[in-house]
């Protein structure tokens, strides 16, 4: 089971940028999805964005569509996340996962999870 670990997070303004990392170790990425979730306290967990390690297809949730971007450094086994125009509603604790089989826009088929990283921005 590949181990996953992100960092990256902090504390922004509105409108700031904010880039996460996601590194594997265990074994690489390549095959898997990687997808992007987020919790807000009190909230459920959310889908925010996915790629194939290939890199062919990226995918990412309405609300953060054109603001965030997604991408893979094969070198390095790591996924970036690179936010930008940020708002006062991402903020949450923010999780990579990988899995070989996933659904677009769910959990399903994530095999693996970081513990968060934390986003917090301010207005």
């Known amino acids: 089971q590949v181990q996953l670990v992100e960092s990256g997070g902090g504390l922004v303004q509105a409108g700031g940028s904010l880039r996460l990392s996601c590194a594997a170790s265990?074994?690489?990425?390549?095959?898997?999805?990687v997808g992007w979730f987020r919790q807000a306290p009190g909230k459920e967990r959310e889908f925010v964005a996915t790629i194939g390690w290939n890199g062919a297809s990226t995918r990412f949730a309405d609300s953060v569509k054109g603001r965030f971007t997604i991408s893979t450094d094969n070198a390095k086994n790591t996924v970036y996340l690179q936010m930008n125009s940020l708002k006062p509603e991402d903020t949450a604790v923010y999780y990579c996962a990988a899995g070989w089989s996933t659904i677009w826009g769910t959990e399903r088929g994530y095999d693996s999870w970081g513990r968060g990283t934390q986003v917090t921005v301010s207005s």
């Open positions: 265990g074994r690489t990425f390549s095959g898997y999805d």
